[in-house]
T-cell receptor
Framework: ETGVTQTPRHLVMGMTNKKSLKCEQH?????MYWYKQSAKKPLELMFV???????ENNSVPSRFSPECPNSSHLFLHLHTLQPEDSALYLC?????????????FGPGTRLTVL | GQNIDQPTEMTATEGAIVQINCTYQ??????LFWYQQHAGEAPTFLSY??LDGLEEKGRFSSFLSRSKGYSYLLLKELQMKDSASYLC??????????WGAGTKLIIKP
């Protein structure tokens, strides 16, 4: 595997379910990110981990819970979601959380909440 | 508040040139990025500008004017595979990327 991978690619869940999204990067990077992408809206940054420490939580509801066990893996735990949480969830990584470092994105998980 | 503006959609002809504009108002500036995103795929990095001027990379060029809060992405010799959304993003003073909503570029034969 190369680059940034995400599983599952598609997920349908009910509002009472609990599920987790997984992201893995094979680039030796130290920063990882979760974004939400809704149609015709800008990418919304949710969480940032830099050297395994959470550095950003952009007022994300507590029904989304991130976990970063090491610099290569990032999880997003989901519980009691709402239909408006349906979106594409993108994971990204970069060398560090600094100025010129570009972010490399995974293919995303298309989430539908019924 | 922080804001990135770019046109929602543009149409161009195969073989032609197209310029996609981006204006921004952010708290601080640590560089501007352009990404390409094909439908159903991940965004991929195209360019990075931190100093004023034009950066050329093959068929793609990106321009920045920090005093005007303005950038553009110039695509030459358009090909059908260039049909995609183009995302403009600025790193603010906290090194957070602030994203525009993207410009959907449609290429016609």
């Amino acid at each position: 595997e190369t680059g940034v991978t995400q599983t599952p690619r598609h997920l349908v869940m009910g509002m009472t379910n609990k599920k987790s999204l997984k992201c893995e990067q094979h680039l030796g990077h130290n920063a990882m990110y979760w974004y939400k992408q809704s149609a015709k809206k800008p990418l919304e940054l949710m969480f940032v981990y830099n050297f395994k420490e959470q550095t950003e939580n952009n007022s994300v509801p507590s029904r989304f819970s991130p976990e970063c066990p090491n610099s290569s893996h990032l999880f997003l735990h989901l519980h009691t979601l709402q239909p408006e949480d349906s979106a594409l969830y993108l994971c990204a990584s970069s060398q560090e959380q600094g100025a010129s470092y570009e972010q490399f994105f995974g293919p995303g998980t298309r989430l539908t909440v019924l | 508040g922080q804001n990135i503006d770019q046109p929602t959609e543009m149409t161009a002809t195969e073989g032609a040139i197209v310029q996609i504009n981006c204006t921004y108002q952010t708290s601080g500036f640590n560089g501007l990025f352009w990404y390409q995103q094909h439908a159903g795929e991940a965004p991929t990095f195209l360019s990075y500008n931190v100093l004023d001027g034009l950066e050329e990379k093959g068929r793609f060029s990106s321009f920045l004017s920090r005093s005007k809060g303005y950038s553009y992405l110039l695509l030459k010799e358009l090909q059908m595979k260039d049909s995609a959304s183009y995302l403009c993003a600025v790193k603010d003073s906290n090194y957070q990327l602030i994203w525009g909503a993207g410009t959907k570029l449609i290429i016609k034969p």
